[in-house]
């Protein structure tokens, strides 16, 4: 007789249940919850963070506030809350590119990137980026930091959180903040992708 491995954690097994008890009764269906989580997964947090880079790239003066004081400054642009308590904006350079990790748990700046990939909440994650942060960008995201760029590993809490800040590509200089959002991914804004690049956004 095999032995039964429960392969999900105290919560996730939870929520499973609570799930299934949903579907069976017929209050919700598998398909309304994908495509609830794809929403916020996708569209309505990361597409804040993006306005917020955008408006960074294309406002000096937004920029150092974002520098100094990031909390505010994304919370005058309406993105605030329990979980933006507390939040630092990190900007990449060509010598430096900073990297998002929640080593403990998996905080994380909902109000602009909205719900956390299931990646950043996996262990390996959590344990890998920060022993070894440019092999696990090379190894799992096929993202290559250049030898000469120092990588930056920032560790988010309940106290704080991270936003990275990424390069603005070349050849974008003209582009108004509308455009620019369209090159600003979720993953750019936690530190495992750059931004995209023109000829990358799909129309």
């Not at 005058?76 to 933006?84: H, K, S, T, V």
């Not at 993202?143 to 704080?160: A, Q």
């Not at 959180?161 to 600003?184: C, F, H, M, N, S």
């Amino acid at each position: 007789m095999s032995e039964h491995v429960n392969k999900y954690t105290e919560y996730e097994a939870r929520t499973k249940a609570i799930e299934t008890l949903l579907f069976e009764r017929g209050i919700v269906t598998p398909t309304a919850v994908d495509r609830i989580v794809s929403y916020y997964e996708n569209d309505v947090g990361p597409m804040g963070g993006a306005k917020i880079v955008a408006k960074a790239w294309t406002d000096p003066d937004y920029a150092e506030w974002l520098k100094k004081d990031a909390t505010a400054a994304m919370a005058d642009m309406g993105y605030a809350g329990e979980q933006a308590h507390q939040i630092q904006a990190v900007f990449n350079d060509k010598d430096t590119h900073h990297v998002v990790v929640c080593t403990l748990c998996s905080c994380y700046p909902w109000p602009v990137l909205g719900l956390p990939p299931a990646w950043y909440k996996s262990m390996e994650y959590r344990s890998r980026v920060v022993a070894d942060p440019r092999a696990v960008l090379k190894s799992d995201f096929g993202f290559e930091v250049p030898d000469d760029t120092e990588v930056r590993v920032w560790d988010s809490s309940s106290e704080i959180r991270y936003i990275v800040i990424p390069e603005q590509p070349k050849g974008t200089e003209a582009w108004d903040a509308e455009a620019l959002t369209k090159l600003v991914s979720r993953d750019s804004m936690i530190g495992v992708a750059d931004a995209l690049k023109p000829n990358e956004v799909v129309a």
